[in-house]
Nanobody, 121 residues
Framework: QVQLVESGGGLVQPGGSLRLSCAAS????????MGWYRQAPGTERELVAR???????NYADSVKGRFTISRDNAKNTVYLQMNSLKPEDTAVYYC???????????????WGQGTQVAVSS
């Protein structure tokens, strides 16, 4: 199994910054991609940003130019640097990894427990 542990959430004023981290551990053979999703009350979970093992990234339109995702493959860790935060960025942020636990298994999606980000004055 694969475990994801997130950190870095909290309360910040509009215009401020936060950095989220997510470390993957457990029986990992390889990770295809890691990313961040978010879910605000009453809404569906949505993709925020994603990075593949090869370094390709994609972002939600709402965060382009403000958020940056990066990955340390050696540490199986993904980061999300969030700048110029807005109240509408308030949500629970979930780490996601698409990984395989051995060379004979299929890739599966794994989720962290979520970390709260609140943007308010």
């Amino acid at each position: 199994q694969v475990q994801l542990v997130e950190s870095g959430g909290g309360l910040v004023q509009p215009g401020g910054s936060l950095r989220l981290s997510c470390a993957a551990s457990g029986s990992i053979f390889s990770i295809k991609a890691m990313g961040w999703y978010r879910q605000a009350p009453g809404t569906e979970r949505e993709l925020v940003a994603r990075v593949t093992s090869g370094g390709s990234t994609n972002y939600a339109d709402s965060v382009k130019g403000r958020f940056t995702i990066s990955r340390d493959n050696a540490k199986n860790t993904v980061y999300l640097q969030m700048n110029s935060l807005k109240p509408e960025d308030t949500a629970v942020y979930y780490c996601n990894a698409v990984a395989e636990v051995d060379p004979y298994s299929d890739y599966e999606a794994y989720w962290g427990q979520g970390t709260q980000v609140a943007v308010s004055s």
